[in-house]
């Protein structure tokens, strides 16, 4: 059955209520370890039914936030999500006192019962009210940001329009395109720092309600960080201060030289004089060319992406009324990953298709666990997933780019090097606003620029006041959507920057790596999983130092003035 074909049907929450609350009796009185079990079975199911209807409502307004009808469902999803996530809370604290623990363990794992305890601390029926009123401000910070309508060049463009042009050869182009873009930005700058506000002090109150000293530790314990917490975190950005900025300066000083310029501006998002490398086709071309590539790639690749492709489970193109960004969902009940994101025309829509590919890949391969919580793992581990399949990509990149293709790689990995500066700075920025949250909006901002000049010292916006004074954040979706989500994408990129030199060295044994990381799913935390894979943790000491330099060595072979 494709996407379009699925039925949506809206949880009469009050049934399923009644329903969950029987089920949570019969496991709570079950009298043996099988009664337990089967009762767990019969709660699971119930959960697959009301998951699926929120991932395809959700996906649906995602796809179209114009749309009233489901306008109205993502409403409903937002008041209704605390109230569903309440019952789950009340079924985790049985499950953590279950007399049956040890034996549910040794036959669930361990990962499930240790994130059921954190689930129980982050919950509280006092909270729920909290709850809707966040999940409001955020999808009005996402309704905003994609109602953006801007007159560029004589047509009226979405922000994912306009970046071709935003990496035009022509340098005034650039600055038009970016300054239009900013502008949107600048135009809406006080009702986004009102949103921003309120949830500050929301996600703050609600943290104090649950007995945290602020929303840092609630947030950590939100994303299931069983392992690590903000001091390893802060070790970690320390690691990239000390090795990575100064490649991530390096390798911008390399760009200023290779453009001819005096200075790189806020605006000069190109990479080459020649133009940065593009897909050699639209959209339909890129996904045949990809299906080649999953053909090929493994018995594994070619089957999943077949399911995508069959079942319609891919809306790529950027569309007035969409949703920004990218993203990887997946509805339990057909068992079924989806991939939304906004093709553009630029190098990104291979990106974003093999990251998001990525994700849909690892939540396929482990499709068949019997426990919920073990679809996905912590989005710590996910993102490993998704930037590594990039990399698994390269030995067909040049189909996508042909004549680019040496182009490509090395912004692709130049640019996962000058990620992680912004990926960590986003992380401080977070930590900071979240211990301080009566800061006023203009502070925030200056804390956003001191951070800023801190690990990306070569950005410049002299002639852009709104960006001078800190206002660069103000686009960033996770940290309004998924506050503390972003570092998870520099540990991940460790990761993937592990696989691309072990492919390097043997392909078979990184990928029998990869495939391994895959079908384990969530049954493990992030540091137990990335030592199944069998590679090194990014809390490690040496592990970020002992990765840029085989990084620097690859990308200083290349005379990159040639490309």
Known sequence: MKF???VYERPDMEQFRREFTSLLDRFASAATLEEQDAAMEAINAARTKVSSMLAIARIRYSINTADAGYKAEQDYIDEQSPVYQGLITDYYKA?????FRKELEDKWGRQLFAAAELSVKTFSPEIVGDLKEENKKTSEYIKLVASAKIEFDGQERTLSQLAPYMQSTDRQTRKRATDARYSFFEANEHTIDA??????????????????????????????????????????????????????????ERRRVRLGLDSLKYYDGLSYLTGNPKPKGGPEWIVGKAKTMYTEMSPETDE??????????????????????GYCSYISAYKAPFIFSNFNGTSHDVDVLTHEAGHAFQAYMSRGFAVPEYIHPTLDACEIHSMSMEFFAWPWIDSFFEEDTDKYKFSHLSGAITFIPYGVAVDEFQHRIYEEPDMTPSERKQVWREIERKYIPTRIYDDMPFLERGGFWHQQQH??????????????????LQYWKYARDDRAAAWASYLK???????????????????????????????????????????????
């Open 95 to 99: 499950l953590a006192g279950s007399p």
């Open 479 to 496: 940290i309004f959507k998924s506050p503390f989500y972003y570092i998870d994408y520099t540990l991940a990129q460790i990761c993937a």
């Open 195 to 252: 949103i921003y506000d309120h949830l500050v002090h929301l996600r703050t109150r609600i943290a104090r309600k649950l007995g945290y000293r602020s929303f840092v530790e609630l947030a950590y314990d939100r994303m299931d960080r069983t392992d690590y917490g903000p001091r390893q975190v802060a070790e970690f950005r320390k690691q990239v201060i000390e090795h990575i900025v100064p490649a991530a300066s390096e390798l911008s």
């Open 517 to 563: 990381l895959c079908r384990a799913g969530g049954s493990g935390s992030f540091t137990e999983l990335v030592k199944l894979a069998g590679l090194r943790s990014p809390f490690e000491d040496g592990c970020v130092s002992a990765i840029i330099g085989d990084i620097r060595g690859w990308l200083n072979a290349i005379d990159d003035k040639k490309l």
């Open 304 to 325: 999943f992406f077949r399911f995508m492709l069959d079942n319609g489970l891919m809306d790529l193109e950027s569309k007035p009324g969409k949703r920004v960004g």
């Open 4 to 6: 379009q074909d699925y």
